[in-house]
């Protein structure tokens, strides 16, 4: 840990000095972070396969999710349905089902669309380019780019928390409110062009490991702090799917009194629900949406 920081504090002090990142700074960065990596290597499941498909599904789960809230439903997921097809093929109410317990539902919900795209029309190949996955489903630039690394080997620009870290920690560590837009440029010229799956997995290693000890994530202008979740509506709209797939359809008056939540809450959370078409309503029951 040290090594790594103290590696990457040489490489911010010439970076200050030169004013630009040379070819020199390029090597010292790398090896700063490769040195660590290898010797500080998580085994994840999801980085002992090539398979598209179960990466995209690992990196829409690591959306807003740390690695270990991520690791078993991701095994129990991928078992559940183990190719593009089984998922597009099953319901929303099984997918949300194996889902619990991640949050977010929305994701579980574009996901089972995006693969029903993907075998409709992609023949069940996993897009290996940006733009065309950029056009699936709760799939935005940065989760784009993140399967584009680590499905395909590809050198796009990923830009997400760790990644910050790092970059903030070597290049930024006296700034604040370092945007991601002043990031960019440094990472277009460190980037492992010949492996940039290695790359990427050796910055969020390093990242994970910085923030153990700093928390240079608050330099970054993206930086936010989520509202308690045990007082907000993300919480009584998850509990509610969660009934909803345990017990079946439900009147909104059993959700308040098995819930424990009032009834404005709860009719606040199924409309948003409603919206989203999660949750559907037919003659005051509530279930889980068909499509």
């Keep these: 840990m040290d090594k ?6 040489l490489v911010r002090e010439s970076y200050i000095k030169k004013k630009k990142i040379d070819a020199a700074i390029k090597r010292k960065f790398l090896s700063c972070i490769y ?3 290898d010797s500080n290597y998580r085994h994840l499941p999801w980085r002992s396969t090539n398979n598209p498909y179960h990466i995209l599904v690992s990196e829409v789960m690591l959306q807003q999710t740390q690695v270990n809230r991520v690791i078993d439903k991701y095994l129990l997921f991928i078992k559940k349905f183990p190719t593009i097809e089984a998922l597009a093929h099953s319901s929303l109410h099984d997918v949300l089902g194996v889902w619990q317990g991640l949050g977010y539902n929305r994701r579980a919900k574009y ?3 995006a693969s029903q795209i993907i075998v409709s029309q ?12 950029q056009k699936l489903p709760g799939l935005g630039k940065a989760t784009a780019a ?16 760790n990644v910050r870290t790092v970059y903030i920690y070597s290049f ?10 002043m990031i960019r440029p440094l ?3 460190t980037i492992d062009t010949t492996n940039p799956k290695k790359f990427y997995n050796a910055l969020m290693d390093c990242g994970t490991c910085i923030k153990q000890h700093y928390n240079f994530s608050r330099h970054s202008a993206h930086y936010t702090v989520q509202k308690p979740y045990k007082t907000s509506l993300r919480k009584v709209r998850g509990d509610i799917v969660r009934y ?5 359809a439900t009147h909104k008056e059993i959700l308040a009194q098995r819930l424990g939540y009032s009834p404005d809450k709860i009719q606040k959370a199924l409309e948003a629900l409603c919206r989203e078409n999660l949750v559907c309503e037919d003659n005051g029951m509530y279930t889980i949406a068909k499509r």
């Design 4 to 9: 790594l920081l103290d590696g990457l504090i």
């Design 35 to 37: 040195d660590f990596y």
């Design 111 to 113: 996901l089972w669309q």
């Design 122 to 133: 992609y023949n069940g190949n996993v897009p290996d380019n940006e733009a065309e996955l």
């Design 146 to 161: 993140s399967v584009c690394i680590f499905a395909f080997g590809r050198p796009a620009l990923y830009i997400e928390t």
């Design 172 to 181: 930024f560590a006296n700034h604040q409110n370092v945007s991601d837009a």
């Design 187 to 189: 990472l277009e010229v």
């Design 244 to 248: 909803i797939v345990s017990y079946g």
